[in-house]
């Protein structure tokens, strides 16, 4: 079974605080991508990477930086958190090639910034 | 751009069928995807679509038509257990692997 696995469950972090927030894939898979989760607004897309040290914009990129030194590991980074980042982030992974090629979701990570 | 619509609840009861629908706009359409997220959980995929038709997985079958934009997923024997929010995402030639999501429906299930 794919294991995608996110570093906490739960984070509560201050205004202006650095956030780091981890995610692992066990299958290989070349991409990762990062989706916040807010009521009434859905799943959306903040930024993607198909390869290590690559990474492309999602629709809400603004606030937020990613990492990725390694295939298994894809990083978020909120350089200065801010209250309208409060939100559910979610990261996923899915292999690269010409099939279905769904995509695996971790447990989510629930972020509150006061 | 892209735009994808479905109802935002719905509600229904056991051993009912029940049909969301989803429609979307986009430029390079490259798949449909539907997921099944339970209150609290991460979202799991539930079907694929990339050609017209119908696609058929147990209790779960999902329809697409290319030509109207225009997706649903049709749930029979409906179970306490399918209540849950349901995902329709599609993916773009321009976007890569990269999925967007319209923003859920929320079926209840009642006995």
């Known amino acids: 079974d794919v294991k995608v696995t996110q570093s906490s469950r739960y984070l509560v972090k201050r205004t202006g605080e650095k956030v780091f927030l981890e995610c692992v894939q066990d299958?290989?898979?070349?991409?990762m991508f990062w989706y916040r989760q807010d009521p009434g607004l859905g799943l959306r897309l903040i930024y993607f990477s198909y390869d290590v040290k690559m990474k492309e914009k999602g629709d809400i990129p603004e606030g937020y930086s990613v990492s990725r030194e390694k295939k298994e590991r894809f990083s978020l980074i909120l350089e200065s958190a801010s209250t309208n980042q409060t939100s559910m982030y979610l990261c996923a992974s899915s292999p690269t090639g010409f099939e279905v090629h769904e995509q695996y979701f971790g447990p989510g990570t629930r972020l509150t910034v006061t | 751009g892209q735009n994808i619509d479905q109802p935002t609840e719905m509600t229904a009861t056991e051993g009912a069928i029940v049909q969301i629908n989803c429609t979307y706009q986009t430029s390079g359409f490259n798949g449909l995807f539907w997921y099944q997220q339970h209150a609290g959980e991460a979202p799991t995929f539930l079907s694929y679509?990339?050609?017209?038709g119908l696609e058929e997985k147990g209790r779960f079958s999902s329809f697409l038509s290319r030509s109207k934009g225009y997706s649903y997923l049709l749930l029979k024997e409906l179970q306490m257990k399918d209540s849950a929010s349901y995902l329709c995402?599609?993916?773009?030639?321009?976007?890569?692997?990269?999925?967007?999501f319209g923003k859920g429906t929320t079926l209840s299930v009642s006995s």
């Open positions: 995402a599609v993916r773009d030639h321009q976007a890569g692997t990269a999925l967007i």
């Open positions: 679509n990339v050609l017209d």
């Open positions: 299958m290989d898979h070349e991409n």
